[in-house]
C-alpha cells in the first residue's frame, strides 16, 4: 500500500533544537525515516555527533545556545548556508525543574522560561524569518500536557508551557498570511532518560496508568505520528493548534 501524498515530506530540511536525546532525538528520528533531511541541534557538539550516528539518511548537526539570541541568529544563517534552506522547524529543546512554588528561586525561574519558552520565541522568529520570504514553513512547538493542567511542585514548568501555547497561536495569526503553518505538539508522561526517576517510582507511575485512559506511560515513538502530520501538506490548513498525545489523560478527570 502506497502512502498518501499528502504526507510525503521527503526531500525537506527539518532542524529539530534540543535533538540530542530522548523525545528531540526521536523526533528527528522520524523525520529522518520520513525522508527528511535533518540537522540536530544542542550545545555538545561530542553527543549531538553520536547522536547523528544513529539516525539513517542525511543528518547534519548545528551546535548552538537556543537560549541566546546572537548564537540563534548566527546557528539559523550558518545552517541555512550549509544545509540549505529550512522547511520545518521542531522547537523542543526544554526541561524541568520541580520544586514548591513557595521555595522556587530566582535563578531557576529565569533558567526555565529561557529554556522552554524563550528559546522557541528566538529559533521561530529566526527561522520564520526565512520561511516568511519564501512563503512557505512548518513550526512544530513542543507543548506539553502541562499547558492545560498542573500538579504541585511544577508551577513554573506549566507556566512555561502554558504560554508556549499562546506563543503557538501568536505565531500562527502573525506568520500564517505568508504561508508558514505553526502548531504545537503536546505530549503527556512520555518514558524518556530524563522521566526515568518517575517510571521507577511505584506510586507514580501507577497514578499515571490510572489516570490515563491508555493504560501506560506513553513512548517516544507515540509522539513521532504527530510531527509527521503537522510538518507535512495534509496540515497546510492546520495553524495555530496543539496536538495532544497524552493517552487521553486531557479529556478525563
Given amino acids: 500500500m502506497t502512502a498518501h501524498p499528502l504526507f510525503d515530506i521527503s526531500g525537506r530540511t527539518a532542524l529539530v533544537t534540543g535533538s540530542s ?7 528527528a528520528r522520524g523525520l529522518a525515516e520520513a525522508g527528511c533531511t535533518v540537522v540536530l541541534n544542542g550545545r555538545d557538539g561530542e553527543r549531538l555527533t553520536e547522536a547523528a550516528a544513529e539516525l539513517p539518511g542525511d543528518v547534519h548537526t548545528a551546535v548552538f545556545d537556543v537560549t541566546d539570541g546572537p548564537s540563534v541568529a548566527a546557528g539559523i544563517a550558518e545552517v541555512e548556508e550549509r544545509v540549505g534552506p529550512l522547511d520545518i522547524l521542531v522547537n523542543n529543546a526544554g526541561m524541568q525543574l520541580r520544586a514548591p512554588l513557595l521555595e522556587f528561586t530566582d535563578s531557576d525561574w529565569h533558567r526555565i522560561l529561557d529554556t522552554n519558552l524563550t528559546s522557541a520565541f528566538l529559533v521561530g522568529r529566526e527561522a520564520a524569518r526565512r520561511m516568511t520570504a519564501r512563503g512557505h514553513g512548518k513550526i512544530v512547538n513542543i507543548c506539553s500536557l502541562q499547558s492545560e493542567v498542573v500538579r504541585p511542585g511544577i508551577a ?12 503557538t497561536k ?14 504545537g505538539l503536546g505530549p503527556g508522561y512520555i518514558e524518556t532518560e530524563l522521566t526515568q526517576p518517575l517510571v521507577a517510582d511505584g506510586e507514580f507511575s501507577a497514578w499515571v496508568r490510572r489516570r490515563t485512559p491508555a493504560g501506560r506511560w506513553g513512548r517516544t515513538e507515540d509522539l513521532v505520528g504527530g510531527v509527521l502530520f503537522l510538518a507535512s501538506p495534509a496540515a497546510d490548513f492546520v495553524s495555530g493548534q496543539v496536538l495532544y498525545v497524552d493517552g487521553g489523560m486531557t479529556s478525563v478527570l
Avoid at 21 to 27: K, M
Avoid at 156 to 167: D, E, N, Q, S
Avoid at 170 to 183: H, I, L, R, S, T
Fill in 21 to 27: 536525546r530522548g523525545i528531540g532525538l526521536a523526533l
Fill in 170 to 183: 501568536g505565531m500562527c495569526a502573525d506568520w500564517g498570511p505568508y504561508g508558514v503553518q505553526v502548531n
Fill in 156 to 167: 513554573p514548568y506549566a507556566a512555561t508551557k502554558g504560554a508556549l501555547k499562546m506563543l
